[in-house]
């Protein structure tokens, strides 16, 4: 009886020790990923642990964009986030050790496919994108006028910044720019503002206000991306 009795204990001790040894770690962070805007994302976002049907951990603590969670077993995982554009993000993870860098890009789109203006031009059609930005120490004001003519896309660029004006006929990878850019603008209509500096945007089709965004976010910064990657420099 000693003997199993001794023996039992050896196994319940191996099996509390192997459980313990099983148990895993994630550590992560929430980041920008965009070119020219890349690093931890700073902003108050719920982060939730999911694994199957059943929510682990409603609201991960997040210190300056990072995040640590200890004491998960072996499995199948789900980080699920809202994006800056107010699109939920499921990122999947199989936890079969410590996860090191785990990157939740918040600024990443999921693309809605909705028709653009620009999409919709026909031969002359013209189009006007206005854009200010107003701050405590700004008040930014540029724009960039879009014409068809035949089946070539010409567009000018202005900004009171430097007063001074591009053109330049667009190609393709430029109008998917802009395709990309109408749809993560019209997406910005249900972001909360909170931020001392605000954008405003306005299309203009065939002389009259088709669509009006405010962002008030800091977080999008959509139209000095899109300047920069088709006419370069700032705004």
Same mark, same amino acid.
């Given at each position: 009886?000693?003997?199993?009795?001794?023996?039992?204990?050896?196994?319940?001790?191996?099996?509390?020790?192997?459980?313990?040894?099983?148990?895993?770690?994630?550590?992560?962070?929430?980041?920008?990923?965009?070119?020219?805007?890349?690093?931890?994302?700073?902003?108050?976002?719920?982060?939730?642990?999911?694994?199957?049907?059943?929510?682990?951990?409603?609201?991960?603590?997040?210190?300056?964009?990072?995040?640590?969670?200890?004491?998960?077993?072996?499995?199948?995982?789900?980080?699920?986030?809202?994006?800056?554009?107010?699109?939920?993000?499921?990122?999947?993870?199989?936890?079969?050790?410590?996860?090191?860098?785990?990157?939740?890009? %918040?600024?990443?789109?999921?693309?809605?496919?909705?028709? %653009?203006?620009?999409?919709?031009?026909?031969?002359?059609?013209?189009?006007?994108?206005?854009?200010?930005?107003?701050?405590?120490?700004?008040?930014?004001?540029?724009?960039?006028?879009?014409?068809?003519?035949?089946?070539?896309?010409?567009?000018?660029?202005?900004?009171?910044?430097?007063?001074?004006?591009?053109?330049?006929?667009?190609?393709?990878?430029?109008?998917?720019?802009?395709?990309?850019?109408?749809?993560?603008?019209?997406?910005?209509?249900?972001?909360?503002?909170?931020?001392?500096?605000?954008?405003?945007?306005?299309?203009?089709?065939?002389?009259?206000?088709?669509?009006?965004?405010?962002?008030?976010?800091?977080?999008?910064?959509?139209?000095?991306?899109?300047?920069?990657?088709?006419?370069?420099?700032?705004?």
């Amino acid at each position: 009886m000693k003997i199993i009795s001794s023996l039992l204990l050896i196994l319940i001790s191996f099996s509390l020790q192997s459980s313990s040894q099983d148990l895993f770690t994630i550590k992560g962070r929430l980041s920008t990923c965009r070119p020219y805007r890349a690093g931890n994302d700073f902003g108050e976002r719920q982060l939730s642990l999911i694994k199957g049907k059943d929510t682990i951990i409603k609201n991960i603590k997040i210190s300056m964009g990072e995040f640590v969670v200890p004491g998960l077993q072996p499995g199948q995982y789900t980080l699920r986030f809202l994006n800056i554009f107010n699109q939920e993000v499921k990122k999947s993870l199989l936890v079969m050790g410590n996860l090191q860098e785990v990157i939740c890009c %918040t600024d990443s789109f999921i693309d809605t496919k909705r028709p %653009t203006f620009i999409e919709k031009m026909s031969a002359g059609s013209k189009i006007m994108l206005s854009f200010e930005s107003l701050g405590c120490f700004h008040d930014v004001k540029s724009s960039i006028d879009i014409e068809k003519k035949n089946s070539k896309l010409i567009a000018s660029f202005y900004s009171s910044r430097d007063n001074k004006k591009k053109t330049k006929v667009l190609a393709k990878h430029d109008i998917e720019a802009l395709i990309l850019f109408e749809r993560q603008l019209f997406q910005m209509k249900n972001v909360r503002e909170d931020c001392t500096t605000v954008d405003y945007y306005t299309y203009t089709v065939a002389g009259k206000s088709v669509l009006s965004v405010t962002d008030g976010s800091c977080d999008w910064n959509g139209y000095l991306l899109l300047t920069k990657e088709i006419f370069g420099g700032e705004i």
